[in-house]
């Protein structure tokens, strides 16, 4: 015990978590230093900092990549499916209530965005707008891994603590082959929609045009809930 009360493992824990969470030397998706520079940082063991590595691995703070190094999560703290998505039967009718629910906010969110995004933030989004194109150009089936860090960009880019939080998880939870069941059939309009839509969102963005995006957005997810009855045909 130390003189907190605690166990060295738990102070070292709280102290990288703040680090984490509230000094943001750290940020999401940033690969921590090894444990022997951790270790020389913090003042303890290396066993200790391989302690403390697991256990925040363990409740979704740390990500550990093997023969890679560790990153801080996406997510810091939000554990696999935190909705419990995958114990949902109708996957179809959950990718459209998916869309829905994600249209309320995210078209909301553009307003935020418009209103706090830097300019380099919206430069990344751009970015990973084009990463995502050449993934498609390439016949790509990782393009969706894209998709999904665009949309999470545009929510960091609210700085809106809950968005960031919330906005990452749901789309953290969708594995769109397991979830519609039948990607190859949707495939094509799901790209087109990305092509055109996210064009557009950008568009406006640039031009910090808040209600334009936001009716952008619902475009685009009234047009992705119309793709998912068309994969029906």
Not at 83 to 110: C, H, P, Q, T
Request: charged share 30%.
């Amino acid at each position: 015990m130390t003189a907190s009360g605690k166990t060295l493992t738990e102070d070292v824990m709280e102290l990288l978590l703040d680090m984490i969470v509230n000094q943001g030397v750290y940020k999401p998706g940033d690969k921590l230093p090894n444990e022997r520079q951790l270790a020389a940082q913090m003042g303890v063991s290396r066993t200790t900092i391989r302690e403390t590595i697991k256990a925040l691995s363990a409740s979704g703070v740390i990500e550990i990549r093997r023969g890679v190094g560790n990153f801080v999560s996406d997510t810091p703290g939000i554990p696999h499916d935190p909705f419990g998505f995958s114990l949902e039967f109708d996957k179809r009718r959950l990718l459209a209530d998916w869309y829905n629910v994600r249209m309320i906010l995210e078209s909301e969110a553009m307003e935020l965005v418009v209103k706090n995004a830097a300019d380099e933030e919206l430069d990344n989004c751009e970015r990973l707008y084009y990463e995502e194109m050449a993934a498609i150009e390439r016949g790509d089936e990782d393009f969706m891994r894209f998709d999904t860090e665009f949309h999470s960009a545009l929510a960091k880019a609210t700085h809106n603590v809950v968005m960031v939080r919330i906005l990452p998880a749901l789309h953290g939870w969708i594995d769109y082959g397991k979830a519609v069941g039948e990607l190859s059939r949707l495939s094509d309009r799901i790209k087109e929609n990305a092509r055109e839509s996210h064009r557009a969102i950008l568009r406006f963005l640039k031009k910090r045009d808040g209600k334009g995006a936001a009716l952008a957005m619902r475009y685009h997810m009234l047009r992705a809930i119309e793709d998912i009855g068309a994969g029906e045909d």
